[in-house]
């Protein structure tokens, strides 16, 4: 799931100077468990928008708003989503930019959430980052544990040496990624994984913006029994 | 004498930590390297130590070289990406620095700039094997170099790291990347140490324990409870409150500390951090 914030309130305003109509789009997903872009932030985001002045001229959660056709119909069905001076997207940059290509060139779309990361869910309300989405899973040899992620510095060779009685020296309150992975080997009996020198991270296959096509596009349609 | 010739010579070898200047009046940094001319084997110059931004290292051991001073040029992996690494390392062995200690380095968010984007494109470990590559002739890419480097690698150890298992095995692996010799974390357990030393001496590396000033029990404090890796025991803080004059005192304490480790270790590494005039009296205690 996609982690979110709520910008400020002010800076969502200072965002939209200059336009009397919005258009508001929540997303029914990660942002609605995020508590930041489900039915009742936007209608929360409403009440807000319109105690400064604003118009608010219709509101919609779409199921998911990272996906383009999504957006589009919502476009094709309502109007006013369209016809309004901007809209503000209560969803993660995914959904922002999915809106943007939607909306073209002349209306502007702007965020309302800062995305924040790919997150672990431990219960409803407490996400942690798991994965960097790097492109060249590592958890193979860390026992299920990412050291790109769950290390500050990223490292790949083992703790760093401000690691004091096994917590991390940026965030005291967490324990050591290296110290968690090398517990978690020595436990399935596998710490000749970590005894290895890992090889410096292949970072070309992360190059972005990334792109993956399951599908070609759709080419003309044969005409069946010519020629 | 080099620091590699001095550190096969087996004669004990006394290191101290040089910390450049924020700017670039250096005449501050120069007249405290003078101080310790002919009376240490070589100078650490810090790498934005603490992720505080300083003078380059890279400059600083250059200067020192011209001073007639033999420099450890410090590296860690924070600031820059391979190959930023390994221009500046071939830059540095341009320029005559033939010590090198590769190192981490504190994250960007014990420092100075906090907004700014940790590097880290490599690890400790990665550092010591990518500079290895460089003296054997080529870069990282296995491409062949137009003259290599010959560095005396250096790498950093804390033998009292909690838990100790993990350090062992990078410990291990920073060997077998090509460290030849090892400056470890302050050290306040001598007998914890002479453990670790006699594990070490298994290796065909060179070891130098790292004795940190304690300029006053209120330093002993705060390392206590901010840097971490660090633990000052209580005995030492309450003989740091007890004395008249504490600065002094961190000097006997040092001292002390020296002379048990002239009885059983390669070397010594003396951190004063910015109280460079007391690594002389801590080397006549």
Known sequence: MIITKKKDINDIAASLEGKKTVYLLGCSSCAEQCATGGEKEVREMKGSLEERGFTVTGTACLPETCYRQYVLRQYRHCPETGSADAVLVLACGAGVSATAEAAGQTQPVLPALDSMFLATVERQGRFFEGCSLCSECVLASTGGICPHTECPKGLLNGPCGGVAHGLCEVDMEKECAWVRIYARLKAQGRLHLMKKIAPAKDHSSGTRPRKVLLRNPAGPVAIVGKG | ?285
């Open chain 2, 1 to 285: 004498m080099s620091l590699k010739r001095e550190l096969e010579s087996g004669a004990f070898v006394i290191t101290a930590e040089i910390c450049p200047p924020r700017g670039t009046d250096t005449s501050q940094f120069l007249e405290k390297a003078r101080l310790l001319k002919g009376r240490i084997a070589a100078a650490n110059v810090t790498d934005n130590q603490r992720a505080v931004m300083r003078l380059s290292s890279l400059a600083c051991s250059k200067l020192l070289l011209d001073e007639g001073i033999e420099p450890v040029f410090q590296v860690t992996c924070r600031d820059r990406n391979r190959l930023a690494l390994q221009s500046d390392i071939m830059g540095a062995w341009a320029l005559g620095i033939k010590n090198i200690l590769a190192l981490t380095g504190d994250h960007v968010s014990a420092g100075d700039h906090c907004s700014a984007k940790a590097v880290f494109d490599l690890d400790s470990v990665q550092l010591v094997q990518l500079i290895n590559t460089l003296n054997k002739g080529t870069n990282m890419n296995n491409a062949p170099l137009r003259g290599s480097t010959g560095f005396l690698i250096g790498a950093v150890v804390a033998p009292e790291a909690d838990p100790w298992e993990p350090e062992e095995i990078k410990f291990e692996k920073k060997i077998a990347a090509g460290a030849s010799f090892f400056q470890t974390q302050a050290l306040f357990d001598m007998e914890g140490f002479k453990r670790f030393f006699e594990y070490a001496e298994r290796f065909n590396v060179k070891v130098l324990g790292g004795l940190l000033l304690l300029k006053s029990a209120k330093m002993a404090h705060y390392l206590n409870e901010k840097v971490a890796g660090v633990t000052v025991p209580q005995a030492l803080i309450d003989e740091l409150e007890a004395a008249p004059d504490q600065l002094e005192k961190g000097i006997e304490i040092a001292g002390r500390q020296l002379k048990e480790l002239k009885k059983f270790c390669h070397g010594a590494h003396i951190m004063a951090i910015g109280n460079e005039e007391s690594v002389l009296r801590i080397i006549d205690k």
